[in-house]
């Protein structure tokens, strides 16, 4: 495979999933596990996340919203309680890997669904997690984020700008993620799709693409 381009999702790639923050929240409030998840799976084009990713709420709305729609479901759950644990731990490993891709001449990118709320791109909610976000993004060649373009994953457009972005076929690229749902349309459009479940799993499928030794 002839690979230009490396295209990152952020949350749950080069940091920790989310959903491991989400259950200790779920079971902190005496909620089923996954509760986060089955809310924010009804309806997913139109539920307060996906219209909190395209910016078409604001953090207040979507605290509302969001209860409105746990409580449908039989779960008391607030939007702002959701917000206070998603920015994930940066993983060391997947951070050098960036600079290793870099420094062998391959052009990286991010694919970030995310919302309006908290420091920066990687949704922080403080300084220091938000100065080290900012200096991972500094390493890219072109980000997309989904409250800034106002489309989200798992939309086909949004791959296709990237790709327009870096001016790269969409068969010259790697694209990495951890859900398969938006794994899905970059492998429509020809991409090398991998499904980030773990951080080793990730570098191990990652290099062997790339016939190299990651870290």
């Not at 690979?3 to 909620?31: C, H, K, M, W, Y």
């Not at 207040?60 to 998603?86: M, Y």
Request: charged fraction near 25%; include cysteine; glycine fraction near 6%.
């Amino acid at each position: 495979m002839n690979v230009q381009a490396v295209i990152f999702d952020f949350g749950g790639v080069i940091t920790s999933s989310p959903f491991e923050a989400f259950n200790r929240l779920e079971a902190e409030r005496g909620v089923p596990q996954d509760s986060v998840r089955r809310i924010n799976s009804a309806n997913p084009d139109s539920n307060a996340w996906a219209r909190f990713e395209r910016a078409e709420i604001d953090s207040a709305g979507f605290d509302e919203a969001f209860a409105l729609e746990a409580r449908a479901l039989g779960i008391e759950l607030r939007g702002a309680d959701v917000l206070a644990r998603l920015a994930g731990d940066v993983r060391p490993r997947m951070v050098a890997t960036l600079d290793r891709l870099k420094a062998e001449g391959f052009m990286i990118s991010c694919i970030t669904n995310n919302v309006p709320a908290g420091k920066g791109a990687g949704m922080a909610m403080d300084d220091e997690k938000a100065t080290a976000v900012a200096a991972i993004m500094q390493r890219f060649d072109h980000i997309i984020e989904s409250s800034k373009a106002g489309i989200r994953k798992p939309d086909p457009r949004i791959y296709r700008m990237m790709c327009e972005a870096l001016d790269v076929e969409p068969a010259r690229c790697i694209y990495l993620d951890d859900l398969g749902i938006n794994c899905k349309p970059a492998a429509a459009l020809g991409m090398a799709a991998i499904k980030v479940s773990a951080e080793q799993q990730a570098l191990d499928d990652l290099g062997a693409l790339l016939s190299m030794q990651l870290p």
